[in-house]
């Protein structure tokens, strides 16, 4: 019956017999549990100590090194076939020292199905300070409607100034979203002004032909009436 | 021998401007194509993009440079055309009323200059850019100022109301 430190150190967790072992055992050594306990608190801080110090070890490795974060937000609250689509690119440096020669590459919007119309979808910067971001904006033209799924752009950098290769990774990604045809969308948006027109051209017939007989009839039969006064 | 030591001595007179200089631009020039937001119903941030070319007298190729657009600086993106740089914001389309805008453009020592400014105080105008892109943002529209629906009711109102008043007209008349 090992005691924990939660457990009474006079009577212990058992049971009636063991108990009053436990008070006999407490009893002539009384000096022993509390090293225990002592003993046991100053292994936890060694460990404590030891994770610290490797946490902290390995944090210092990101002094000199950049870390970039980067992520892909399209910026429409509707997407719509034949109207501007944005999409902005943000990139973080995280780490502690400048990212070199960082590029963007986009690869995923298909050109028969998407149309660029201002901005570059492969770009790069020489430089971004730690503790910086820099953001790109590309606007596209959907081509085609339907559901598309919107992956990730891949960004290359060097972390550091020796560093022997490019680190490669990706920008988030949006996930897939629908492009509603261009007729579905004027359909709910558009001003409709000439169906209204034409509403009213249809309505005209039904309030001009009752008035058109009043008009007649009072033209024909309408003597002038004696002013009461 | 004079003589090549006065040609040397010019050659080198020639030449040494041109070699300080080397990092900045001579006589820039500019090509813009911008783009603005113009819808605001199906984008939810307006943007500006610039997209510019600029080449130097004296050949100097994939600039650092930065731009300072609407109080902000911003480091240029630089594509993979020559000479094709990139300037893009984006914000809340309140932000980024409509009007002109300015896009003052520097290279490293400009905008270095800049920053001390900054930093000290001074005014900004000071530091001299290489070369500033103005821009005409017309807004964004937010649809039709007055629904369709709404004009065909109050029309319809309009009409309801001639023909009950003239009724009521002719009524009180009999």
Known sequence: MALTEGDDPLYGSGSGFSKILLVRHVDYFPLLNTGLLAARRKMKLWVLAVLIS??????????????????KNVLNQYLVEGRDLTVQYTIFNIGGSAALDVNLKEESFPEQDFEVVKGNLNVKWERIAPGTNVSHVV?????????????????????????????????SAPGEGGIVGSKDFDRKFSPHVLDWLVFAIMTLPSLTIPFLLFYRSKSRYDTPKPKKN | MEFAGKMISLVVLLVVPFVVLGDSCLSPEVKAETYTTTEAIVSTETVFIVQFT????NKVRDMNLYADINGRTLPVTKTDKPDLYQVSISDDHKKLSSGKYEVRLYDEEGYSMLRKAQRSGESVDSVKPVTSITFNHPGVSKGP??????????????????????????????
Not at chain 1, 54 to 69: D, I, K, Q, T, W
Not at chain 1, 139 to 165: C, I, W
Request: proline share 2%; net charge negative; with cysteine.
């Open chain 1, 54 to 71: 490797f946490a902290g070890y390995s944090l210092s490795e990101e002094e000199n090194v950049a870390r970039l974060l980067a992520s």
């Open chain 1, 139 to 171: 606007v596209l033209r959907p081509l085609q409607f339907g559901y598309f799924n919107f992956t990730a752009a891949e960004v290359s950098y060097k972390p550091s100034e020796n560093a022997a290769s490019a680190v490669v990774g990706f920008t």
């Open chain 2, 54 to 57: 600029l080449t130097c007298k």
């Open chain 2, 145 to 174: 100022f007055v629904q369709s629906e709404f004009v065909a009711v109050v029309i319809a109102v309009l009409v309801w109301y001639f023909a009950y008043s003239t009724r009521s007209q002719l009524q009180s008349s009999n």
